[in-house]
């Protein structure tokens, strides 16, 4: 066995180690060198994706996914062209179509030893990979009857690869390759294979319904199957866009507990400092020189005390103390950035049942804060002079409701509301800009912890939006030994 040390060889005959003074006497860049050699002795080495976030690794496919369809795609061919041949006895030019099926084959052994099967391909060489593909089987097709084979319609499986996988300029080029080798087959395509060598003439109207069937294929498939793609790439990037403002408010929420924390730490050691300046300056003539210094430190020492008692009872400060939250302080503290921006904005507390007169006492949630603040806005932009915030509860459910006097949810929007980057939005409104995806993430955090979001517009003559969200009280409420 053979052990390697720092990406030098091993020990052997004629090498010897240097002397400690030897070792001693390198210079750092002899160790710098060494250190560069082993590093580039690697033997294996993992290339860079750039993946910065979830939506840049939309549209990016595995070089290993795209040989492992076009190995399956080998194994299907060969296995229906041997069966023709030797099974059914039909007269086809086999040794053409086993090339054919070769030189995907071989493309296969090419990528995998030139690439990293694990690598993510770009766009352009996913476009080369599908329009191989795609040439490849329409020329397989073409030497076995062209717009006569049955098999006519596998070309729509490129072209619906390429509908996921790629941009949609891309997956439109694959689509028009495939459509236009189909239109060229009756000029170039050979007899449609038959038993014992038979002519088979099928009429040309069959032939058009062929490539008829393959046009409306080609379409179904690369427009149904690029909308798909289109709504998970945007799924993901408003799920990505979700976490950053979570980590945002997590974030927040740390900063608070640690100042809380330091508040606590500092309170004993600025007392003992302010009750010492005090008993100083007790004993301390007014006419003595260190007496103005001793008042200073004393006022300043008291000044420390009174910042950090600020800190210290501030509700953002989120330590053990202010773990726990009422539902009435919870909504008003959502709803405090937004107060005096023209528009009136009124919490109102409201119990569901007479017998529970109480606010439940609930845990802090960096993601309902965060949710109802955005509701919250959202009213605003929208409101003419109102908006109010209402809370209520019963035994078994906690619901918080966001209405404004404004001009409500426009009919075509209210069927997609919660979708992201739908939004009604105009410059005219508070801070201009696009809510859809700001109701998109405060809707998922709201589900995330265990609610459901409702949205409807006011009954006429009066006029606004309404938005609730809706909670079972064991979800929230904090329990006794937390």
């Known amino acids: 066995m053979t052990f390697l040390y720092d990406g030098h060889p091993p020990l052997g005959e004629g090498v010897t180690l240097p002397h400690k003074t030897q070792m001693s006497d ?29 939506q840049s690794a939309l549209g990016r496919t595995r070089l290993r996914t795209f040989i492992t369809l076009r190995w399956l795609a080998v ?33 296969n052994v090419f990528l995998s030893f030139a690439f ?24 397989l097709v073409a030497v076995t009857g062209g717009l006569s084979n049955p098999f006519l319609l596998l070309l729509v499986a490129p072209v619906t690869v390429a509908a996921l996988s790629l941009s949609p300029t891309r997956a439109v080029l694959i689509a028009l390759l495939a459509l236009t080798l189909a239109a060229v087959m009756p ?54 866009a979700a976490s950053i403002v979570m980590a945002r408010e997590q974030k927040l929420s740390a900063i608070g507990a640690m100042s809380a924390m330091t508040t606590h730490e500092l309170g004993t050691p600025l007392a003992t400092i302010h009750l010492v300046a ?14 103005e210094d001793l008042t200073l430190l004393a006022e300043q020492a008291d000044r420390c005390r009174n910042i950090l008692a600020t800190i210290r009872e501030a509700r953002e400060a989120t330590d053990i103390v202010h773990a726990r939250v009422t539902l009435d302080a919870l909504v008003a503290e959502a709803a405090a950035p937004f107060k005096g921006l023209g528009v009136a904005v009124e919490v109102v ?67 997609k509301l919660g979708e992201p980057y739908v939004s009604e939005r105009s410059e005219a409104h508070l801070g201009g800009g696009d809510m859809g995806l700001g109701f998109f993430i405060a809707k998922t955090l709201i589900e995330r912890t265990g609610g459901r ?25 904090a329990s006794a030994l937390d």
């Open 26 to 54: 390198l210079s750092r860049q002899d160790v710098n060198r060494a250190d560069r050699l082993g590093f580039d002795d690697a033997i294996f080495t993992l290339a860079p994706e750039g993946l910065g976030s979830a």
């Open 453 to 477: 979001i409702a949205t409807r517009n006011r009954t006429p003559p009066r006029t606004g939006a309404i938005v609730q969200a809706l909670w079972p009280r064991a979800a929230l409420e």
């Open 278 to 291: 005090k008993e100083l300056l007790a004993e301390t003539p007014e006419d003595d020189p260190k007496y």
């Open 349 to 415: 507390v409201r119990p569901g049942e007479e017998n529970d007169s109480r606010p439940p006492i609930l845990n802090r949630s960096p993601e309902i804060l965060h949710a109802i603040s955005a509701f919250v806005e959202n009213a605003v932009s929208f409101a003419d002079s109102q908006v109010t915030a209402q809370a209520s509860w019963t035994a078994d459910q906690i619901m918080i409701s966001i209405s404004d006097d404004g001009p409500g949810f426009a009919q075509e929007v209210l069927p």
């Open 75 to 107: 194994a299907g061919q060969t296995a229906a062209v041997l069966f023709v041949a030797f099974v059914l006895h039909f007269d086809l030019p086999l040794a053409a179509c086993l090339a054919i099926i070769a030189a995907s084959a071989w493309l």
């Open 116 to 139: 990293q099967s694990q690598r993510l391909t770009r766009g352009w060489e996913a476009s080369l990979q599908l329009a191989f593909d795609t040439v490849q089987l329409a020329a």
């Open 187 to 240: 000029l170039i395509s050979l007899p449609l294979p038959w038993i014992n060598g038979a002519m088979v003439e099928l009429p040309p109207l069959f032939h058009l319904g062929q490539f008829a069937a393959l046009a409306v294929g080609v379409v179904f498939f690369a427009v149904s199957a690029g909308r798909v793609s289109q709504d998970e790439a945007k799924l993901v990037r408003a799920l990505d």
